[in-house]
């Protein structure tokens, strides 16, 4: 049974801070998908990864996979606080399971 | 606490056909979610209901789904008659209360529609 983690699920931080938002899975995936999910509204999809040792940016946010180690990270630059929302990464094997993590509820401070 | 659940896991019809899927919202869930993703393309939304209403219904791809969520409980999405093009995962979420700090919304494990 394909499960997914995710680590923090709450994270408050200081505008202009770097974080890292942690994403692990129970078994061989064939794709690895971020989203965010802001209060009220549906997920918007940020990356998705598809190889081992994929990395894609966008703007402040960073998304990476190892698929040896079944993980995935999120990591944030220099944080605003338009980013405050929930992070979600799901994962799909194909025409199998696609199965989302828990959340991660960001919050950036003034 | 239970979470979101969602039956049947998979549904294989013949086109023409008729299927509901249902959604149990996290108990004291007011918000509750449709979602579908077709294989191969992104998750896209369908609808939102707060409680019984329909608050959000702009993701309905046409008049062939039909949702319900009488007494603000359970929910349903009734297709009919079902295409090929129907055919994906369809996500449930619910979320407790919206414009404060409980609205995360909560995943059910899907219901994966195959239309033949």
């Known amino acids: 049974e394909l499960k997914v983690e995710q680590n923090p699920l709450f994270l408050s931080m200081q505008e202009g801070k770097n974080y890292t938002i942690y994403c692990n899975y129970s078994?061989?995936?064939?794709?690895l998908y971020w989203y965010r999910q802001d209060p009220g509204k549906s997920l918007e999809s940020l990356f998705v990864?598809?190889?081992?040792?994929a990395v894609k940016q966008e703007g402040r946010l960073m998304a990476s996979l190892d698929t040896k180690a079944r993980l995935s990270t999120l990591h944030i630059t220099a944080a605003v606080h338009d980013l405050s929302a929930t992070y979600f990464c799901?994962?799909?094997?194909?025409?199998?399971?696609?199965?989302f993590g828990p959340g991660t509820r960001l919050s950036v401070l003034p | 606490e239970a979470g979101v659940t969602q039956f049947p896991s998979h549904s294989v019809i013949e086109k023409g056909q008729t299927v509901t899927l249902r959604c149990d919202p996290i108990?004291?869930?007011?918000?509750l979610y449709w979602y579908r993703r077709v294989m191969g393309k992104e998750i896209k939304f369908l609808l939102h209901?707060?409680?019984?209403?329909?608050?959000?219904e702009s993701g309905m791809p046409n008049n062939r789904f039909l949702a319900e969520r009488t007494g603000g409980t359970y929910s349903t999405l009734k297709v009919q008659p079902a295409e090929l093009e129907d055919s994906g995962v369809y996500f449930c979420?619910?979320?407790?209360?919206?414009?404060?700090?409980?609205?995360?919304?909560?995943f059910g494990p899907g219901t994966r529609l195959t239309v033949l």
């Open positions: 209901f707060v409680k019984e209403s329909k608050q959000d």
């Open positions: 990864l598809l190889s081992n040792g």
């Open positions: 799901a994962v799909e094997v194909y025409g199998q399971n696609f199965v």
């Open positions: 979420a619910s979320s407790q209360s919206q414009g404060l700090n409980t609205d995360t919304q909560y």
């Open positions: 108990s004291g869930h007011d918000n």
């Open positions: 078994t061989t995936s064939d794709r």
